[in-house]
């Protein structure tokens, strides 16, 4: 049998790996996916751990599988070691803990043994191995160090599959719940289940050819060849009212969605004679949705459009299973509903899915995700898994109000040497004379302190509202800040008050920043550096009658040249990132930009420590 090589994204799995220096992590799984287009491989994108006190791989298989999206497996172990690393180590170490229900493709498992005390800085080759899981054998591995991982293609199926219930007074309600959506779960894995390419005549199932416009395709085809078939309208490709269509050039970006559909026929060899049951008794009919939202990414030039179906179900029946653990785990008296959220906390382009209840706050989850953080190695101290970080596709953000991250895409002519220090994460842009409200010449600070709310909201860290001018004026109110009046007036106010709604609003603190004169701003390049390297938050500035927004700097450490990236909120008009760019409503400034006859306050927030 052939022994695959292996191809290691190191840059993820390096950074995954740091943060398992704790005592109580000694090994986990290794994850990515196979292939045997070609070459046979295994790649692994990413790593997790196991944390638990008996090193139990079992107690965390079913937990991590869950969580993974689509193509995405667990393919080996790592493990921490203090021992010389040989054949007869990594042979000691599979005896012991490669279980029987960890089943891989071929079976070949990747084991790679981490020295303990080394700084974790790259990936050792020469301690990676292939275990052969039926003859027992470990062979050294063929590894290829890649620094970027290979572009992958998002295909996303979104359905809502009704479960219907029928309860007489003594069922167990979650049992039966459960037991539903296992059988859904078998439903959906047989050859009935067909996947629709959307805005196009593309059906693929379970061996069935694929047929476009009456003509075959290959099986070996490639995924991105299909992709040409999608065509730049909406409407339905199989409707009788033929519209013009154009060919859609599907972008890197783009995530093909993919309709679920059941074949309503059965094949010739299924079928049977009807059977009917009459029970007699007082029963309850109780119907409830499970939100389905699965996300299958593959390397499109690399994966046969044959294999699109199968990967399309096992991804649908995995997010089943996951549900119906969720549903077991959280309804009581009545069906608890729950729903798919899609994040990419890794840094890169990989997705993993959790399954959060409905009724449940951020709060009430919290030891569910630390949970999650310490098993896919993620820090402790930011909240990547929190609802409002979920990803965003770009259908969901169709119907957005405001621009987000316009700084993105402006150019910069830096000093030579100089480095840019940048906003991380998403902000979106409010300025002047939004949501119908007219705050011309009075409302700038305001509108910076909502664009540092939405900076907390999408990376997570709350689910408050972006709040209004009038919620901000009764916060300084309800703190003893300003007197009553205050509320429905139009009085300016500054980098204090904005850091007080911040800790009133979102229990966030900041630093505060001060210059006597707009010319010491120039001198103040390597603390907002600092700022943005470690916090990251965008900054509220405000001098005279005046309020803007830094949301970066670009700071020569040896000349002290300096430059700052502005977000204006005095800006007036429509949502044309054209003109905001063009008209320097968002970008570079000079340090004389700030006028050398006011001093100006900055507010700094601090990210708070939390998941």
């Known amino acids: 049998m052939l022994v695959p090589y292996v191809e290691i994204y190191k840059e993820n799995v390096v950074e995954r790996l740091k943060f398992s220096k704790s005592e109580f992590v000694k090994f986990g799984f290794l994850l990515g996916n196979y292939s045997d287009s070609d070459e046979v491989s295994i790649t692994i994108s990413s790593c997790s751990s196991v944390c638990d006190s008996n090193d139990d791989v079992v107690s965390t298989l079913d937990a991590t599988s869950h969580v993974l999206s689509g193509d995405t497996s667990i393919v080996g172990l790592w493990f921490k070691t203090t021992e010389n690393v040989d054949t007869p180590l990594i042979e000691k170490f599979c005896s012991e803990k490669v279980s029987d229900k960890l089943k891989p493709w071929r079976n070949f498992l990747v084991i790679y043994a981490l020295p303990k005390d080394e700084a974790i800085t790259s990936i050792h080759s020469e301690n990676v191995f292939i275990y052969n899981k039926v003859e027992h054998s470990v062979t050294p591995a063929s590894v290829n160090i890649l620094q970027t991982p290979d572009f992958l293609r998002t295909f996303r199926i979104a359905v809502d599959l009704p479960v219907m219930m029928t309860l007489s007074k003594d069922t167990d309600i979650t049992r039966t719940a459960v037991q539903h959506i296992k059988d859904l779960k078998q439903q959906i894995d047989s050859e009935r289940t067909v996947f629709h390419i959307n805005n196009s005549s593309v059906l693929l199932g379970i061996d069935t050819p694929v047929i476009v416009n009456n003509t075959r395709i290959d099986d070996a085809t490639s995924a991105k060849e299909i992709l040409k078939y ?43 004679s009807p059977v009917a049951y009459y029970k007699s008794g007082l029963t309850q009919q109780v119907q409830f949705t499970l939100p389905v939202n699965v996300v299958v990414q593959v390397n499109e030039n690399k994966t046969p459009v044959s294999k699109l179906p199968k990967l399309f179900i096992n991804a649908v029946c995995k997010q089943l299973a996951a549900m119906a653990t969720c549903v077991q785990k959280y309804s009581t008296n009545e069906i608890c509903i729950v729903r798919p959220f899609h994040f990419q906390p890794w840094g890169c382009n990989q997705f993993v899915t959790i399954i959060y209840p409905d009724g449940k706050t951020d709060k009430d989850l919290e030891s569910e995700r630390r949970t999650l953080h310490e098993m896919l190695l993620l820090p402790l101290d930011k909240p990547l898994l929190r609802r409002n970080s979920a990803y965003r596709f770009p259908a969901d953000k ?128 390597r603390e907002l550096a600092h700022h943005f390297e470690t916090q990251g938050t965008p900054i509220m500035i405000g001098g005279g009658v005046l309020a803007h927004t830094i949301l970066g700097v670009d700071f020569n450490d040896k000349s002290g040249a300096l430059k700052f990236l502005i977000l204006d909120p005095h800006y007036t008009g429509s949502e044309d990132i054209k003109i905001i760019q063009d008209k320097g409503w968002c970008g570079w400034k000079g340090s004389d930009f700030w006028d050398p006859n006011v001093f100006y306050n900055m507010c700094l927030p601090q990210r708070p420590h939390v998941i």
Request: net charge negative; proline share 2%; charged share 25%.
């Open 398 to 525: 169709k119907n957005i109000v405001y621009l987000e991250n316009t700084h993105i895409g402006l150019k910069n002519d830096g000093s030579e040497g100089s480095k840019v220090y940048l906003v991380q994460g998403t902000y979106s842009y409010h300025h002047y004379m939004q949501d119908k409200f007219n705050d011309d010449k009075w409302g700038c600070a305001y509108r910076s302190l909502q664009t540092i709310v939405s900076w907390f909201r999408h990376q997570g860290y709350t689910d408050v509202p972006v709040p209004s001018h009038r919620v901000i004026q009764q916060t300084l109110v309800d703190v003893g800040d300003k007197d009553a009046k205050f509320v429905g007036s139009r009085n300016w106010i500054g980098s204090i008050e904005v850091c007080t709604v911040l800790d009133q609003l979102l229990e966030v603190t900041s630093k505060i920043m001060f210059v006597n004169t707009g010319s010491e701003m120039a001198n103040k390049g």
């Open 230 to 272: 999608i065509e730049d309208d909406e409407v339905d490709s199989f409707s009788v009212k033929k519209a013009k269509k154009t060919k859609k050039k599907i972008s890197d970006e783009e995530v093909v969605d993919v309709s679920l559909l059941t074949r309503i026929t059965h094949p010739a060899h299924s079928i049977a």
